[in-house]
């Protein structure tokens, strides 16, 4: 395939997906001509599916914005590429989200599904492709999160079924508590 065949491709692609095309287009692309590290993976595909895989593919591209783009077309499983802190697997949910208090205060990190059971992840800086995750918020001081008191700053971001909290600046790793 050729760009121009990619971007007709791209054009004709269903409407909810054509951002996130187009955005490939504009990464792997100068002109009308596939840039050089991505014009082999062009030229092997049939279809713009195909080029999206390829790059995805590559996991030596696993930190950059446009491997997280490729991620996050058809909500791919990229969390497996990554290794985590800490992983706290199926937590069974009562609401809409992971509660995360705060002294007498809770709020609840969303999960980005509708799912009743969810995952927690917690990376060091950088640990993770937040290109592919959707950023929610920031969340700073003492807390605690499924048993685990955490202090510091950590972002936090949201994806199938998954609460990502990525370290900011932490003064100690979490502390399992004891539960109320």
């Known amino acids: 395939m050729n760009c121009q065949e990619l971007k007709e491709q ?10 996130l095309l187009d955005k490939v287009y504009l990464y792997t692309t100068a002109g009308d001509q596939a840039l050089p590290e991505f ?3 062009l030229e092997a595909a049939d279809s713009y599916q195909g080029f999206v895989d390829a790059i995805y593919r590559d996991l030596n591209r696993k930190a950059s914005l446009l491997w997280g783009i490729c991620a996050q077309y058809k909500r791919r499983n990229w969390l497996q590429y990554f290794e985590p802190k800490m992983l706290v697997q199926n937590v069974r949910l009562k609401g809409e989200g992971i509660p995360v208090q705060f002294g ?6 969303p999960t980005g599904s509708r799912d009743n059971i969810a995952n927690l992840y917690v990376f060091g800086s950088g640990g993770f492709n937040t290109h592919a995750a959707e950023f929610v918020t920031s969340i700073g001081g003492t807390f605690t999160l499924l048993d685990y008191e955490f202090c510091g700053i950590y972002g936090l971001y949201k994806y199938r079924g998954s609460v990502i909290m990525e370290e900011w600046q932490v003064e100690r790793d979490p502390v399992k508590v004891k539960a109320d």
């Open 10 to 19: 791209i054009a004709n692609a269903p409407v909810s997906s054509r951002v």
């Open 39 to 41: 014009a082999d993976m």
């Open 104 to 109: 007498s205060g809770v709020m609840f990190a």
